[in-house]
């Protein structure tokens, strides 16, 4: 019996989500999918897959919209992204309310997810200055020359599950702020936040088409990266996908920045405070039940005695871990968000097992009240992990901590360059000197010092080493500004009309 069946509901009673396209949402025709509440475990709508007529008018839409919209003046543009910011407080419970139910994080961590991307729209409100270009007087004689930032046309987002409001904010928020157009695909797992983005942009005055949500999936991104009028393409997800959708967006021109998977480790040095140290991690590690790309899955252990010190309290707290439906704000973790994603877990803590680490606490085991066919596992942690196991090379994405034992720093460093991910470390010391070591020379795109979670602010930028990103300019802050833009340099020269000029041959020098 399916999930559907056993909760008397008929596939054919579900609402299906559509498109958000030229301002207005547009019901779904053709192939769908379903969303499921990970918390129950049950199919609560379903989501329309695009296809090439819905592609085609969502194109047609962000084409008609830019001209208009590139001319518009980025004052303009900046009030409305300060209305955008005032109507996503006010719909800030509804909006998390939309993340829990689909993603299933506990709703204070929906509350975060939004907070983060409301900074990165209140930093659009500043694009006037940010567009600012660069004047050059006198360049040669009576040569003045300057360097403005034009919008590029239409972009497109493609953004993955675990933050639905979040990361498509990393994206949208600077990229119609710069002049473009925009067509997000977000994940199907949890699509709704997106179109009740949309409609509030709408709402703050967003002219219609300037910013579209389709929904789809492969077949949805495949029409994206073909198609020559989309100009660039902002992508987060995993390493593989991220990976082919830099080589087939680039193959095909455009300009393609794809954000990857992570492997995220924090050293406990001798010297940390280690309770603060253990917070620190039981949030990093298990907040989101580890569906984060910044989650730390790896706690690289300085010395024997700060190993022993650190599982034991890590285990004492994982115990005490409360897990339930992210709707009830006393639990610390919800569910993974679908049944593959949970026995994928389960099959990483078995190889674990074979391969020789110790399991010191197993969240296999879980049951939730009320609630048993939810997606859910309890906080696991192995010990006594080594280099080559796959529960150590892969991203498991979701709450299952690995400690390496190390006899000191520089072998610490050594594991975590060595590690094909880049994204996120950090170091718990008390010491200036490691931490500026660790810092310099760590080859990670984002690094703490007893911050757990180096998430950078919106006025920084964010993204990852090594195959955590393929592209040059991260999301975000000062280098989205430059994604999402095209630099043109004029020289100008105003001659006296009463002056005859010979021609020169030679190459002109200032
Ligand atoms: P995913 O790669 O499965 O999906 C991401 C997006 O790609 C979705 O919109 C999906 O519809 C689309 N997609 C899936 N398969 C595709 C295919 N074969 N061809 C084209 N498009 C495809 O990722 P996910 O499971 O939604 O999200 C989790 C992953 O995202 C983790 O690996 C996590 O580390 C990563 N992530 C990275 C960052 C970062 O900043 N580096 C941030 C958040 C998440």
New binding site residues.
Partial sequence: MSSLESAGIEAADLPVLGHYIDGKEVPGEGRSCDVFDPATGQVSKKVALADADSFERTVYSAQSAFPAWRHTPPQKRAQIMFRFKQLLEEHADEICQLITSEHGKVLDDARGELGRGIEVVEYACGISELLKGEFSKNAGPDIDSWSEFQPLGIVAG??????PAM?PMWMFPLAIACGNTFIL?????DPSPAILMAKLLSEAGLPDGVFNVLN???E???LILNDERIQAVS????????E??YQKGTDAGKRVQA????KNHAVIMPDADVDNAVSALMGAAYGSCG????AISVAVCVGEEVADKVVTRLENRIKELKVGPGTDTSNDMGPL?TKEALQRIHSYIEQGLEQGAELVVDGRNLLVSGYENGFFVGGCLFDEVTAGMSIYTD?I?GPVLCIVRVKDLDEAMMLINRHEYG?GTCVFTRDGETARYFTDNIQVGMVGVNVALPVPVASQS???WKR??FGDLY?YGPDAVRFYTRRKTMTQRWPASNKTEKAKFSFPAS
Avoid at 235 to 242: K, L, M, N, Q, R
Avoid at 291 to 294: F, K, S
């Fill in positions: 493609i953004t993955p599950f675990n933050f990361v695909k977000p994940s199907e797992r789809g999936d492969k949805t991104v495949d992508f987060v997800g995993s390493t593989p996908i991220a082919s959708i954000l990857g998977g992570a569906e984060r790309c910044m968000i991203e994405f994204n964010f993204g990852g955590s990103l999301v």
